[in-house]
């Protein structure tokens, strides 16, 4: 996992409260403009959606083992760079379950990578 994952799972139990929220997002060092836009309830749904991830839905994978398994299609933007977890290799990476979740929020892929939070 990623830096940035592993940050987050450290401040998930600040989640509950705006202030620790505040708190949280100082500590990730969130975007400003992203996060106005995306929001901060949203920000905080997104964090507690990654904090639920269990397993495999917490792998990331190079696009050729993804495509081993399903044929969608992802943005660009919720790729980040690092290990697959599948082959081992070194490379451009997804997370199926943040992606989807993203893409079924319909939040701005840009906006999310921009946003600073885990992909």
Not at 8 to 26: G, Q, R
Not at 57 to 85: A, F, M, P
Not at 92 to 107: F, P, T
Request: hydrophobic residues 35%.
């Amino acid at each position: 996992m990623g830096k940035t994952f592993q940050a987050c799972e450290v401040l998930f139990k600040y989640i509950e409260s705006k202030a620790e929220k505040e708190v949280l997002f100082m500590k990730i060092d969130l975007n400003e403009k992203a996060k106005k836009q995306i929001g901060i309830e949203t920000i905080a749904e997104i964090i507690k959606e990654i904090q639920g991830l269990t397993g495999n839905q917490r792998n990331n994978v190079c696009d050729e083992c993804h495509r081993k398994e399903c044929n969608t299609e992802y943005s660009i933007y919720l790729y980040d760079t690092g290990i697959c977890d599948s082959c081992e290799k070194m490379g451009d990476l997804v997370n199926v379950s943040i992606a989807n979740y993203v893409k079924d929020k319909g939040i701005n892929e840009i906006l999310y990578w921009e946003s600073g939070l885990p992909r």
